[in-house]
Structure formats: C-alpha cells, structure tokens
C-alpha cells in the first residue's frame, strides 16, 4: 500500500535493555500473523508467530501480544543484544496463505 | 525441506538494459510465489504473485513483467530498466506458516 514509499520508523535502545516493536494490522478477519525480522543485505527470516485465538507467545528472548479489540501486535525483545539490529515487520494473513506485510520498524542497539 | 534460491545477488545494470532475476524452489510442488521490491530504508513492496504456471498477478503497474514458466520457476524481466527500477528484490515462497524469503538481489541502475 501507500506506506511502503515512507521511510521506516526508528527505534534505538541501550544493550541490554528491553525493545517493544509496535504494528497496526489492517484486517479484522485476520487470524494468523508472523513477525520477520530482517538483517541488513538479507531477505525476511520468520520469528515468532500467533494466531488470533491467543492473545501472547513466547519465544527465545522474544513475546509477540495481541490484542484483536484495537488490531495491534506487538514484539517484545528481552535483553536486546546488537545482533538484534535489524528491521522487522509484522505479517497478517486475512485468508488462504496470502500474508500483507506491516511497514516495518528499523531497530538499532546502541553498546 | 523447502528451500528457495535467487539469483544473482547483486547487479549493476545501465538504464535502458534489460533484466532478468531469477527465482527457483525446492523440496514442493505448485508453490505460490511471490516477487518484492524493497526500496533502501523503506517498506516490502509486493510487485507480482503467482499461484501457479502462466499465472501472474501483478500488484502494481510498473515497468517490470513476472513469468512462472515451470512450476518452481519465477522470473523478474524488464525491457528497459529506468533508474527508478534500482532497489531490493526478494523473491518469496508462500505456505501455511507465512512466507520463506530469497536472499535478495540488489539491483542498482546507473
């Protein structure tokens, strides 16, 4: 859509310190959403995903929320490290395997 | 396993010259494929979809084309790149738990 001409909102944060990577999803049919994460030079690789009927998961060093009522996700990074430094996007999926990408958020860890 | 390749990683191309990016996968069968373009410091811009051979759907008007010609093979051509055709291009591989992304081709048109 329109938002991908925008430049990408920023976050920097502290090592050590906690992130939370914040998106806005489009669809309320949406069931199922993923959060990539994308290093520099690289293609998107999968993080963590949820599916609607669960409003939290865990994963290694990461929680994706959810919160369906204001269609909003979001990721959590505990003890961010500088390999952390990335753009991530978050992914919906409306129906079949079709999946509609977020803009995306860079994230740099300041040592 | 499903793995996908791209090809090449990066490009340099004059403006006027023709394109081809290439993307193939393995380890399935009649795969949707899907072909981005990620502009620096900015969002994926999904450019064409296919859920199958000679099927081709294109998201947005521009001056590049897609073709599926085999089953697990999905090209990016252009004609007559423009300078504005410089970017990110990442070919993906759908399934049921979201999309296996290429490794990119950076294309940059002089």
């Known amino acids: 859509g329109e938002s991908v001409g925008l430049h990408l909102p920023t976050l920097s944060v502290q090592e050590g310190d906690n992130s939370i990577i914040n998106c806005a999803y489009s669809n309320s049919a949406s069931d199922y959403f993923i959060w990539y994460k994308q290093e520099s030079g690289k293609g998107p690789q999968f993080i963590i995903d949820?599916?609607?009927?669960?409003d939290k998961r865990q994963g290694q060093r990461v929680t994706v929320l959810l919160n369906k009522t204001v269609k909003h996700l979001s990721l959590q990074i505990a003890a961010t490290q500088p390999g952390d430094s990335a753009v991530y996007f978050c992914a919906e999926n409306p129906w079949g395997n079709q999946f509609y990408f977020g803009t995306g958020t860079s994230l740099t860890v300041i040592p | 396993s499903q793995t996908i390749h791209q090809w090449p990683a990066t490009l340099v191309q004059p403006v006027g010259s023709p394109l081809s990016l290439e993307c193939t996968v393995e380890?399935?069968?009649?795969?949707?494929l899907y072909w981005y373009r990620q502009a620096a410091g900015r969002g994926l811009q999904l450019l064409f979809y296919s859920v199958g051979i000679g099927q081709i759907s294109s998201e947005v008007p521009q001056n590049l084309s897609a073709s599926r010609p085999q089953d697990r093979q999905f090209i990016l051509s252009s004609k007559k790149l423009l300078l504005s055709d410089s970017g990110f291009y990442l070919c993906a591989l759908g399934g049921t738990h979201g999309y296996t992304f290429g490794s990119g081709t950076r294309l940059t048109v002089v």
């Open positions: 380890g399935t069968s009649n795969p949707n």
């Open positions: 949820i599916r609607s009927n669960m």
